[in-house]
């Protein structure tokens, strides 16, 4: 019998436990990470960035409260993430949580820190109505201070403070260049791969003349879509710089099409006879595939004008990507008029891989070509599969020593343009390029973490419209089901207990 004292008792060393089992928790974090990808455990590349940090860091959170879910569950990740990064620094890397929405003076802060609201739609009362919301953080580490403005949902949160992190505890960035004076894109024209190499790279220029050579202190240099022909003694150059251990990245337009004037011509600027002696070939000729980007055509419907989008093969949208660091997590990447690359390589010493190619339905163009935007096209134009337009090279490329290359067939899909033609690129084809130059100069192993991100698991959408509806009301009824089920077996079970011990005592 239970007595006053038993119960005191009991609730006492209850609560002692649970003292206990949270003390432990405080001090010994850990938690079970069944997601894909491991979306929700530290890198090993971040593990010794955090092993690095001689000083703590602290982390300013402004993360806006009373959120819909799935903005809110942003907040729930990052906190999540911090507490991982705190229990890996031995607290040496401290955060805090503010609600900038709660008065004028904390949203005031938020935003003189660089983190500007952003406006959401948010349903209550059955209504719509836009919130101004904060999701940012702000690091500060030995006086020095970086700003994340805005952390997207399902974004790569651990490269976002990991290379952060990196940035700010760094002393000496590694440094990289970009070839310039033939030709090429100012480092004006492509601000968003800028912004990305800026955390983690000095980017400086190169050109290249009679009396100079490549500074063996740029980790890689960068040869992005030259246009004007390179003397043969500065190509030279670059065999003087892998030899002596330099990387290069070689994004190369061997053709140039021009929708404006609907034509295509060809490129030569000696680059591509260096490259086919190292068992290199960029093919003079157009990529066309049947999964493909639109081009906007401007039409008449009756007395209105209208612009459409309307396929183009010559805008290839690359979606077979090899099992490599450069192209893992890259789900797509519009490379615009690409050319082909066939590879062999010349010695066992030197291994060539290719990392993107084009779909099942391809073809050849072969220049000058004149664009008909409003051809239909069919099966019979896409005879080939499967055409690399992006390769990996590592080995003794010159002499004994190791070195490694990148060749795009294409360098206009990392490019934002100039003036009127700027355009805004989507993040993969800044990823590819950044993850490539990576590669080839980052040894921490960051380039895993870029496109580590929470990624939705959409219902194939070749599924017919019946399949689809039955595998979404299976997944929402089958648990009510299963519930509902184990409780009439329940009940069926606690009644034949009863009716067994009333039996029992009729018996005696």
């Known amino acids: 019998m239970l007595t006053k004292r038993k119960i005191i008792t009991t609730v006492l060393l209850i609560l002692g436990i649970l003292l206990l089992v949270n003390l432990a928790a405080n001090r010994f974090f850990f938690r079970l990470d069944f997601s894909g990808g491991h979306q929700y455990t530290l890198s090993k590349a971040t593990r010794e960035i955090i092993k690095s940090i001689d000083a703590p860091v602290t982390v300013t959170a402004y993360f806006s409260e009373n959120l819909p879910p799935d903005v809110a569950q942003v907040r729930r990740d990052f906190k999540d993430m911090l507490t991982e990064y705190g229990s890996a620094s031995n607290g040496k890397i401290v955060y805090n949580f503010i609600d900038p929405n709660k008065d004028q003076e904390t949203e005031n802060q938020a935003q003189q820190s660089g983190i500007q609201p952003v406006m959401i739609n948010v349903r209550e009362r059955d209504q719509m109505k836009q919130q101004r919301a904060y999701l940012g953080a702000v690091l500060q580490y030995q006086g020095k201070t970086e700003t994340l403005p805005f952390i997207q949902p399902g974004s790569a949160m651990e490269y976002a403070l990991s ?38 790279y000095d980017v400086n220029v190169v050109q290249l003349t009679d009396s100079t050579t490549i500074p063996l202190n ?5 040869i992005l879509s030259p246009m004007d022909s390179i003397k043969y003694n500065y190509i030279g150059q670059l065999d003087n710089y892998l030899a002596e251990g330099g990387r290069l990245l070689v994004a190369l ?96 010493a030197v291994h060539i891989t290719a990392i993107a190619k084009t779909s099942d339905k391809t073809g050849i163009e072969k220049p000058p070509v004149n664009f008909n935007i409003s051809k239909q096209w069919t099966n019979n134009d896409f005879p080939y599969k499967s055409l690399p337009v992006a390769v990996v090279v590592d080995g003794k490329l010159v002499n004994n020593a190791y070195s490694k290359m990148v060749v795009f067939g294409n360098g206009d899909f990392a490019t934002n343009g100039s003036g009127q033609n700027a355009q805004k690129l989507e993040q993969d084809n800044i990823n590819l390029m950044a993850n490539a130059i990576d590669w080839l100069s980052d040894d921490t192993g960051l380039i895993t973490l870029r496109t580590k991100a929470i990624n939705a698991r959409p219902i194939t959408p070749n599924l017919e419209d019946n399949t689809k509806t039955l595998i ?35 018996g005696k």
């Not at 992190?165 to 791969?193: R, T, Y």
């Not at 004008?305 to 797509?332: C, D, W, Y």
């Open 218 to 222: 740029y980790k890689t240099v960068v």
């Open 163 to 200: 290379s952060t992190l990196k940035k700010l505890s760094v002393k000496n960035k590694p440094q990289i260049a970009f070839l310039q004076g033939n030709g090429e894109p100012a480092l004006s024209d492509m601000p968003q791969l800028l912004e990305q190499l800026s955390i983690l």
């Open 472 to 506: 979404k009301y299976f997944n929402f009824l089958f648990p009510i089901f299963v519930i509902i089920g184990y409780g009439i077996v329940r009940y069926r079970h606690r009644k034949m207990l009863r009716e067994k011990w009333m039996s029992e005592s009729y």
């Open 253 to 348: 337009d061997r053709v140039k099409g021009d929708v404006t004037t609907a034509s295509g011509r060809s490129i030569a600027t000696g680059l591509e006879d260096w490259l086919k002696n190292k068992g290199i070939e960029v093919e003079n000729g157009f990529a066309i595939d049947a999964n493909c980007g639109s081009v906007m055509v401007r039409q008449q419907a009756g007395a209105f004008a209208m612009n459409t989008p309307v396929r183009f093969p010559f805008l290839p949208i690359i979606t077979n990507f090899a099992e490599h660091p450069i192209s893992k997590g890259i789900e797509q990447v519009l490379i615009p008029f690409a050319s082909p690359i066939r590879f062999n390589a010349r010695s066992s």
